[in-house]
């Protein structure tokens, strides 16, 4: 499916650790709850791939999500609704969930975040469907496909200098100048109650996955960025007591995790972050993705660029549409396995996320040429 790569990986040497509790259960059994039952819900496709020498090779597609491309679908627009509902309460106006969808009432309210393109998809959604204004913003290099997919939502779009990390500062100090609510899929210290319902919103992605499967994983590999995701789906395997050693794979020009995992602690990755894997450009961990990883994740790896294209263009010939960024996990599998790192082998029963669709259809067709 690929050929040989460099890659970097590093076993976290205590995984299983004692820790703090990032997503309580309450929080994930109302967002299931909640998103199960929006117009348009269903599971998206598990997918049996070639092997690759492993028992079995599952991809998670998220293309079809809600039709917004990505996994995202399932964080960022839960977590605007979650934020409209408790807005109104403040205000003395009692509303649920479903009540607010109808009536798209949710009042003055104006919702901000930075995105690589994905989460700022699902925030422009999530604010058009409770009636709220929204102003994302968006680093240079985020392509001017996925700045129109969120336009086409009714959000406003702003470019900021630098790179992602630095969108997220400019989001932050634009809500508190004028008044806004930041939804972010990254948190930092004073700011973790909105990316906790972004990421209980992810839960339902590795939930879904985990009852498609049927005998459950050994293993399962899963994207990077922020860290959130991943957080998110070892939190779910640990919920349903699944002792599967999860990998959290990133690109080698934005490896933000495996920097902290190396350095014992929580690291920033500096510069532009030049990697085609744009929905995983960051440099900056999320402090409770890392909270929950630091002692969950069995191995943090790093892939090349080349991988992933090599990997777009495979799924793309067995009928399967993958972004860029969908496949650092399943390229982690594949050359992790041919080492023989992390206990892989033929009795591996391996689960993988494919974590967006052609997200901007001219870059998926010109990688995938």
């Not at 609510?181 to 948190?187: F, G, P, Y």
């Amino acid at each position: 499916m690929i050929g040989p790569h460099h890659y970097r990986l590093h076993e976290n040497p205590r995984p299983g650790a004692p820790g703090i509790v990032v997503l309580p259960e309450g929080g994930f059994r109302r967002a299931r709850e909640e998103i199960t039952a929006w117009p348009g819900y269903a599971p998206t496709p598990l997918h049996d791939l070639p092997p690759q020498g492993f028992a079995r090779l599952a991809y998670k597609d998220e293309g079809p999500r809600f039709g917004l491309g990505s996994f995202k679908a399932l964080g960022g627009a839960y977590a605007v609704l979650r934020l409209a509902v408790m807005e109104l309460s403040r205000r003395g106006i009692r509303t649920s969930g479903a009540e607010l969808l109808a009536s798209r009432a949710s009042g003055e309210l104006t919702v901000t975040c930075a995105t690589d393109g994905n989460h700022g998809r699902s925030v422009a959604w999530g604010a058009q469907r409770v009636g709220a204004a929204c102003v994302i913003y968006v680093h240079e290099t985020v392509s001017q496909g996925r700045r129109d997919a969120i336009a086409a939502y009714g959000a406003e779009v702003r470019e900021v200098p630098g790179n992602y990390d630095d969108a997220v500062r400019e989001a932050a100090s634009a809500a508190e100048a004028n008044g806004w609510h930041v939804v972010s899929d990254t948190s930092y210290p004073g700011y973790t109650e909105t990316p906790r319902d972004v990421m209980q919103g992810y839960r339902l992605m590795a939930d879904e996955a985990l009852d498609q499967m049927g005998e459950p994983p050994t293993h399962v590999f899963i994207q990077g960025g922020v860290g959130g995701v991943a957080a998110a789906v070892a939190t779910q395997l640990r919920a349903r007591r699944i002792p599967a050693r999860v990998v959290v794979v990133e690109p080698d020009e934005a490896a933000c995790l495996l920097a902290s995992a190396e350095a014992g602690t929580l690291t920033v990755v500096p510069g532009d972050l030049p990697t085609l894997m744009a929905g995983l450009a960051c440099g900056e961990p999320s402090l409770l993705a890392w909270q929950e990883l630091e002692r969950s994740a069995h191995a943090f790896m790093a892939v090349p660029d080349a991988a992933a294209v090599e990997a777009m263009r495979a799924l793309k010939a067995l009928g399967i549409t993958a972004g860029e960024s969908a496949v650092a996990g399943l390229c982690g599998a594949i050359l992790a396995a041919r080492d023989g790192r992390l206990g892989l082998g033929a009795d591996s029963r391996v689960l993988v996320f494919g974590t967006e669709g052609a997200t901007d259809p001219e870059v998926y067709a010109r990688l995938t040429a």
